[in-house]
């Protein structure tokens, strides 16, 4: 068991975090989500999500975490639009959302590319410019693919790309929409522990040189950590929301921040709050190695 780190208080931060949350905070609200609630079914049905609240300011991202089936992609389905909430609203720049718009841009976890159009097909399709010409268009297309660090790669298929790259495609399309806000529902999930650490990092690039907002859902809390300057917490059995927490790391962040205690004692925060909703009585004994916690090995 490792000791118990508390995470520092404000004043113990560094002046750089402290002014990284402060210049969080002074910036507009993008994103509000109220006393959302999500039924699938009609009434009597299931409860998906049950009075979650939190807000997202411009150009901060956010994660969502929770255990498997505590709703997240329902969250991030309801924001985009794809699904009608039964309760409360969520309201981007102030206005109601109904609906999908071209100001929410979504990866998901599986590839969604189009098998017979290039990177650069993919990046310009459904690329909404009125106004231009199909050069205009396709500098544009070349423009993301470059930002995404695919420069070169503009006139292959996806089946000759990597995973990582295929999800930097999927990126670079949902940003030329110029979306307001990026969702992303496990985006990583489905790539090997080297890559997705990699477009972590490439993630965090695209951020800091695009204005855009990002709501990043993740089962896992080290990419949470990383990626984050807010955490959202969601609740196991359709309960509600438990916790936002800040994430005291500077930026740019750097492997280097994997080792910080504050890095470590947020990470325990968060194992502490999944685990305080949790029942185990159904759950079978998990051996736990030297150095691995058994929330390691758990999908939750
Ligand atoms: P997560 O992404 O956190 O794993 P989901 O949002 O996918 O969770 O699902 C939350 C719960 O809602 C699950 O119990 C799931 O079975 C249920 N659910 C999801 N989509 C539907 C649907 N279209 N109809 C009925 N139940 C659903
Ligand atoms: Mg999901």
Known sequence: ????????????????????LYRN????????????????GGEGGFLALQDVSFE?????????????????????????????PTGGRILLDGREVHGPGPERGMVFQT???FPWLTV?????????????GRAELEQEALRWIDIVGLSGFADHYPDQL???????????????????????????GALDAQTRTRMQGYLLQI?????????????????????????VV????????????????????????????????????LETLIHSGETHDDEPDVPVRDGETALDRIEF
Not at 1 to 19: F, I, K, N, T, W
């Open 1 to 20: 068991m490792s000791p118990h780190l508390e995470l520092p208080s404000y004043r113990q931060m560094g002046l750089d975090v402290r002014a990284r």
């Open 25 to 40: 905070r002074q910036r507009p609200v993008v994103l509000e989500v109220e006393r959302l609630e999500k039924r699938y």
């Open 56 to 84: 997202v300011r411009q150009r901060e991202l956010i994660c969502v975490i929770g255990r498997s089936g505590c709703g997240k992609s329902t969250l991030i389905r309801t924001i985009a639009g794809l699904e009608a």
């Open 111 to 113: 590839y969604t590319l």
């Open 120 to 132: 650069k097909g993919n990046v310009m399709f459904g690329l909404r410019m009125s106004g231009h």
């Open 162 to 188: 990597s995973g990582g790259m295929k999800q930097r495609v999927a990126i670079a399309r949902a940003l030329a929409n110029r979306p307001r806000i990026l969702l992303m529902d496990e985006p990583f």
């Open 207 to 231: 951020c800091s040189k695009v204005d855009v907002t990002v709501v990043f859902i993740t089962h896992d809390l080290d990419e949470a950590v990383f990626l984050a300057d807010r955490i």
């Open 234 to 269: 969601l609740d196991g059995q359709a309960g509600p929301l438990q916790e936002v927490i800040e994430v005291p790391l500077s930026r740019p962040r750097t492997p280097e921040h994997l080792l910080d205690p504050a890095f470590l004692a947020t990470k325990q925060r």
